[in-house]
């Protein structure tokens, strides 16, 4: 009986529902003391609890008699719904119902014919106008995708407060059909001016706007939410900062996500701080903020998962990839079915991508599910490994074995994976058959890895047919044609690629920079002066610098893994003039040993 020392309430209150164990006892203990017949609220309680154990389901309908009351009866209606039926049906014969009977009859109806019938019987009741009982159908019929229906039943009802506008609102927004939900904000905004909006309706219309991209009316509607003083909550500002992260706005959602106070930031502001970043290809920026995230103690799930892998797969951060693993494995994430395919795919493109491909595979081999972008993964995967057979043996498998179609990715990695391992001829028939039996379009790419296939077998004049064949879509082709001229020392076809990579529009400033490049490889110095002073003319400047990551600490010393990046010239480092001194003393070493062969490299080596 040791249950019964918890009170009643907190057992009602708590989130999680009780255990058989715990309510049976409960039970018996109301019986024999006399409570359960004397107070009502305890029975409607009891019956609140039954409803909540499946296990006992089929005994709650015995707690109700005659003469109990009807919030007992309406405490039964949130069972599932044949259940929720049989106990309305004995309500009836007692009770009318009022307008908490409906709402969670509503919320368990399976399909949208039982909606209609419930919502005809609201009708014979008089109570589908009710708002409480109004705003439970509106978010039904909209669940189910019966926009007209909820449309005219929200045009009959004689007033309207905020739960049923945000009902019309997050329902359209939820069913896709974002403009409408738009439009709803708009006319709650001219129709009630009055009215006191709430949180549930800047979340709605903050996702909207996401979706839409719209940029100036979320704005906008974050200056209402200062003005409103909803700045402060930590799902308003989680909406802010997706809006501003999907529109790379990176600095706007940092400056939000740093205004919060860190007792306010849940696991969702983290996720979409880290999400803002990923999306815009801040791989440095998401390693450091998750670092962050774990020194605050707060538990990563699936989301985090996909936001962060891809950010270690791109920095080939292996550490923090395997430690990322290690967390999915220890949590229980890989086994409770919360790490969703996604999340799996991004693992094994981590692994492929930090050169661990063997343990992609183990991952790949071990997912519950896979799709297309799972094949692609490991498919590009054996391409970058230079293995194309096992590429080609995969691609054989997903098609036949597994009956999956492939598309444009899988196509192109089948070709690159050709291309790196040399089987020309399997190359070119692929590009054949995206047409004829895959009735897939080629893309630049494509063409291009094609181009450069044949180019690296020294085929000039079949590689340029197939530039040719690109048509308007042959920049990337053309500049594919012209590396591998230079490759093979064609000066005279290096130039003619060089100027028909120059009439292309998408040449931007890489066709110029090929172009100068060319004429200095062949001597042709004035004519490499007269490029260089038409990109001066033209406002032509090369594109910024690479970068690249190096993962510092971790390991045995048991210091945090931390992303360090640099690119050619950069002395932004604290320690750069350290760093360099004993570049210098690694380099006199090598020349005194004679191993020239890697002295030139470390020249260029600049740490940030």
């Known amino acids: 009986m040791a249950a019964v020392r918890f009170p009643l309430r907190a057992i009602v209150s708590h989130p999680r529902p009780p255990t058989r164990r715990l ?6 203990h109301l019986l024999t003391s006399g409570r359960l017949a004397s107070s009502p609220a305890t029975l409607t309680s009891l019956v609140s609890l039954y409803a909540r154990v499946p296990a006992l389901h089929a005994r709650l309908p ?43 009859l509503v919320s368990s109806a399976p399909s949208p014919h039982h909606l209609v019938a419930i919502h005809a ?32 039943l929200f045009d009959e009802l004689p007033f309207r407060d905020v739960v049923v506008w945000n009902a019309m609102l997050n329902g359209f927004a939820k069913l896709g059909c974002f403009d409408r939900a738009i439009q709803f904000f708009l006319q709650m905004r001219r129709e009630s001016g ?10 709605g219309v903050l996702s909207a706007c996401t979706a839409t991209a719209d940029l100036q009316r979320g704005a906008a509607v974050h200056g209402m939410v200062v003005k409103s003083g ?11 900062m997706d809006l501003y992260g999907k529109s790379h706005k990176v600095a706007n959602a940092a400056a939000l996500f740093e205004g919060m106070a860190e007792n306010d930031k849940d696991l969702f502001s983290w996720n979409s701080m880290l999400s803002a970043l990923q999306y815009s290809a801040d791989h440095v920026g998401t390693m450091r903020l998750f670092a962050r995230m774990r020194r605050a103690a707060i538990w990563p799930d699936a989301v985090t998962v996909a936001a962060v892998l891809p950010a270690c797969a791109q920095t080939a951060a292996l550490k923090v990839g395997r430690e990322v693993h290690g967390y999915i494995v220890t949590s229980g994430l890989a086994c409770d079915g919360a790490l ?21 595979c183990r991952v790949f081999d071990w997912m519950s599910q896979q799709d297309v972008a799972s094949w692609n993964i490991m498919i590009d995967g054996y391409a970058s490994h230079g293995r194309g057979q096992e590429a080609l043996k995969l691609f054989r498998q997903m098609t036949e074995v597994e009956g999956l179609v492939p598309d444009e990715v899988t196509l192109l990695g089948t070709m690159s994976a050709c291309s790196h391992s040399g089987l020309v001829e399997e190359g070119r028939g692929f590009l054949k058959r995206m047409k004829e039996e895959f009735g897939l379009d080629p893309q630049l790419e494509h063409y291009a890895c094609v181009t450069d296939m044949l180019g690296r077998a020294g085929r000039l004049d079949e590689a340029r047919k197939v530039v040719q064949e690109a048509g308007d879509v042959g920049a990337g082709a053309w500049r594919t044609y012209l590396a591998a001229c230079r490759m093979h020392g064609d000066k005279e076809r290096a130039q003619e690629a060089a100027r028909m990579l120059m009439t292309t529009q998408e040449s931007g400033s890489g066709g110029w920079v090929l172009l100068a490049n060319t004429f200095g490889w062949e001597g042709s110095f004035k004519e490499l002066e007269e490029v260089r002073g038409e990109m001066r003319r033209q406002g032509v400047q090369k594109a910024s610098p690479g970068c690249s990551w190096i993962e510092v600490g971790g390991g045995n010393s048991g210091s945090a893994t931390l992303m360090h990046a640099f690119v050619s010239g950069d002395k932004a480092h604290p320690e750069a003039d350290m760093i360099y001194e004993m570049l210098h003393v690694l380099i006199s070493w090598m ?13 260029a080596i600049e740490c940030s």
């Open 121 to 152: 019987l609201s009708l014979r009741c008089g109570l589908a106008h009710d708002l409480f009982t109004a705003s439970a159908l509106l978010r039904a019929c909209l669940r189910f995708g019966l926009a007209d229906h909820a449309h005219r």
């Open 340 to 360: 969703d395919v996604f999340a799996c795919n991004a693992l094994v493109d981590m692994y492929a991508k930090s050169g661990a491909l063997d343990e992609a």
């Open 23 to 28: 309510l049976l006892p409960l039970h018996a």
């Open 591 to 603: 020349r005194d040993c004679g191993d020239l062969s890697i002295i030139t490299p470390l020249y």
């Open 62 to 104: 015995l707690l109700l008699s005659p003469t109990s009351p009807l919030p007992c009866f309406n405490a039964g209606l949130s069972l599932p719904h044949p259940l929720a039926l049989s106990v309305f049906r004995r309500l009836r014969l007692v009770h009318s119902p009022d307008p908490f009977s409906f709402p969670p």
């Open 194 to 203: 009055v009215l006191e909006i709430s949180s549930f309706t800047v979340t």
């Open 230 to 240: 909803f700045d402060h909550e930590a799902s308003v500002c989680n909406a802010l």
